[in-house]
């Protein structure tokens, strides 16, 4: 069973366009973090987001939990071709907080 | 410093065989983790130590696998009698435990496991 449903699971955009990525769940987390990986590396973090609600900004990615704990969005604005990679979402579930339940990920393309 | 490193960086085997992966944690790390990841996908949580112990093995697909961890560092995993659908890459994590609950794992590259 898939606890975390991401969306889209690929897209392809032009540089310069924006776009948002989606991460769902029937289930509430007590965090919720977003991972990038590139070919041939592990994943690395992004943000961690705790607060129902709570937004957060990282230069063009803004990150966002739900505010029942259940959902998290990431939008890029003005993506570029170095925005290219796997990103993963990953909730951190009340009581097993320490093992972290991944998302199917979203394979991002940003073309020249 | 140094981050998570893992060998082999790939390693291909015949079914049948047992093989055995290797986690060297960043220095100072507690807890450790292992993943395994099917081409293009999310991650399958496998196995979580603290310390030298693993209070949590749900994760293990069967009894295959195991995972041992010594001196609070180096962890191996080893799957015997591997099978072609344990193809994956193998990914190890290490992170702080300072009781939070949303401590930022770090992953090392991975080992490819091709089960011929």
């Known amino acids: 069973t898939q606890l975390l449903e991401q969306s889209p699971q690929f897209l392809s955009i032009q540089e310069g366009e924006n776009l948002t990525v989606y991460c769902n769940s029937s289930s509430v987390f007590s965090s919720l973090q977003w991972y990038r990986q590139e070919p041939g590396e592990g994943p690395v973090l992004l943000v961690t987001?705790?607060?129902?609600?709570e937004v957060k900004k990282l230069k063009r990615l803004t990150f966002q939990f739900g505010d029942a704990r259940k959902d998290s969005s990431l939008h890029i604005t003005a993506a570029q071709p170095g925005d290219t990679g796997l990103y993963l979402c990953a909730g951190a579930k009340p009581g097993s907080a320490r093992q972290l339940t991944f998302g199917s990920g979203t394979q991002l393309t940003v073309l020249p | 410093g140094a981050g998570v490193s893992q060998s082999p960086s790939n390693k291909v085997t015949e079914k049948g065989k047992d093989v055995e992966l290797r986690c060297d944690p960043i220095s100072g790390h507690t807890a450790l983790y292992w993943y395994r990841q099917s081409l293009g996908q999310g991650l399958e949580f496998l196995i979580y130590f603290q310390g030298n112990s693993a209070p949590d093995k749900s994760g293990l697909p069967s009894d295959r696998f195991s995972a041992e961890r010594t001196g609070g560092s180096v962890s191996t995993l080893t799957i015997q009698r591997t099978q072609q659908e344990d193809s994956a890459v193998y990914l190890c994590?290490?992170?702080?435990?300072?009781?939070?609950?949303?401590?930022?794992?770090?992953f090392g590259p991975g080992t490819r496991l091709t089960v011929l």
């Open positions: 987001v705790v607060t129902g609600g």
């Open positions: 994590a290490s992170s702080l435990s300072r009781g939070r609950s949303y401590n930022e794992q770090f």
